[in-house]
């Protein structure tokens, strides 16, 4: 089963706070970015988890581009974490509101919690995933591969193949 910002938000040892609702939690998360970037989007995969620092100040008109076009581009959802400055003791309110308003979830990465620990959550359910499909196709292949030996060869395979998943 494909991870998912839900399967995330729910990993108690990152902490992390949903802030805005939007979209599907359940939608699966293929990665994890981290930018700064005033506009990301020319480096970024649709159904990935966008994380910044919030490092470029921008006006409100700006802040709601922003957030438009990564909801435009795909980003599944959007991580708000804090720099080692120090500079600001909470997500700033004016990316909470365009987050409701385009209904892209937005989340707090404490400070505790590293950016690296959220791309590595992420990294390491999307890789067990793969782990999982690639036994199941294996086994598939084994199986395909005994019947093919058998006598009744080209009645066994219709048959696997008939039962197989789509």
């Not at 939690?25 to 990665?31: A, I, K, T, W």
């Not at 990564?70 to 080692?84: Q, T």
């Not at 620990?117 to 598939?140: F, W």
Request: with cysteine.
């Amino acid at each position: 089963m494909p991870v998912t910002l839900e399967d995330l938000l729910a990993e108690r040892s990152l902490g992390l706070r949903l802030l805005a609702e939007g979209g599907s939690l359940r939608e699966p998360v293929q990665c994890v970015h981290v930018s700064d970037l005033e506009d990301p989007t020319p480096f970024l995969e649709q159904g990935l988890v966008l994380l910044t620092a919030w490092l470029l100040p921008r006006d409100p008109a700006a802040t709601d581009e922003y957030v438009r076009r990564l909801r435009e581009s795909g980003v599944r959802a959007l991580g708000f974490g804090y720099d080692a400055t120090q500079r600001l003791t909470g997500c700033p309110p004016e990316l909470v509101e365009p987050a409701h308003r385009h209904a892209m979830p937005l989340f707090e990465v404490p400070q505790s919690t590293p950016f690296i620990a959220v791309t590595r959550a992420v990294a390491t359910a999307v890789a067990a995933e793969e782990n999982t499909k690639a036994q199941a196709l294996h086994r598939t292949a084994q199986e395909l591969t005994r019947a093919a030996a058998s006598d009744d060869g080209a009645r066994r395979i219709v048959m696997r193949l008939a039962t197989a998943r789509q």
